[in-house]
């Protein structure tokens, strides 16, 4: 079992669409969690880092960390073409020894 | 600030060649860090390094050695190149091991 699993899609929504994009992990000793964003050709860039349970938001971003149920949520709200890119989860343990990476969503945003 | 800049961008080698990568970062970050990227694997990491001179064994590190002989530099060798090698590789750097870690933009490389 990989100690994050997350749906690679691809996702295609219209523009102005909310969309949801999750992981679950295995491990209980990840404390801390992250949303990348990769365009294609490029490196990932950090979007939002939480960690603890609950939401974070930021502008049209909204991340939603559920620890009793090791899920992760990323939401973007009134999604744009530029929203396009593959979004990448990536949980962490409290020493910030072990980074583990999901395998990243491949999201399109029509216009 | 360029922050992390890989060099080269591409690159296409044979069965048994060699070649190294390099990764060189200029916001004085102490940790270092290079990762694989492959379809459906996510970042899988390979080695990293913790200060200058200092270097240590990741998830996936058979076939790779890597050396940081100044803060700003880290690389990444492959000494006797495999199919299985063809992958796109990033390099990320760090203040410390809580740091967000900041990518650079990727070396593709492809072994026939």
């Known amino acids: 079992q990989k100690e994050v699993e997350q749906d690679p899609g691809p996702l295609s929504v219209p523009e102005g669409a909310i969309v949801s994009l999750n992981c679950t992990y295995s491990?209980?000793?990840?404390?801390?969690f992250m949303w990348y964003r990769q365009y294609s050709r490029k490196g990932p860039e950090l979007l939002m880092y939480?960690?603890?349970?609950g939401n974070k938001e930021d502008g049209r971003f909204t991340a939603q960390v559920d620890k009793s149920s090791k899920y992760i949520s990323l939401f973007i709200r009134d999604s744009q073409p530029s929203d396009s890119a593959t979004y990448l989860c990536?949980?962490?343990?409290?020493?910030?020894?072990?980074?583990?990476f999901g395998a990243g969503t491949r999201l399109f945003v029509k216009a | 600030n360029a922050g992390v800049t890989q060099t080269p961008k591409f690159r296409v080698l044979k069965t048994g060649q060699s070649m190294t990568l390099l990764c060189a970062q200029d916001?004085?970050?102490?940790?270092m860090y290079w990762y694989r990227q492959d379809p459906g694997m996510g970042l899988r990491l390979i080695h990293y390094?913790?200060?200058?001179?200092?270097?240590a064994k990741g998830e996936v590190p058979d076939g790779y050695n890597v050396s940081r002989l100044k803060k700003q530099n880290f690389l990444l060798g492959l000494e006797s190149a495999a199919p299985s090698q063809t992958s796109v590789y990033f390099c990320?750097?760090?203040?410390?091991?809580?740091?967000?870690?900041?990518f650079g933009p990727g070396t593709r490389l492809t072994v026939l």
């Open positions: 990536a949980i962490r343990d409290t020493g910030g020894f072990k980074t583990i």
């Open positions: 491990n209980s000793a990840f404390q801390y």
């Open positions: 939480t960690y603890s349970s």
């Open positions: 916001m004085n970050h102490e940790y």
């Open positions: 390094s913790v200060g200058e001179g200092t270097t």
């Open positions: 990320a750097s760090a203040r410390d091991s809580t740091d967000t870690q900041y």
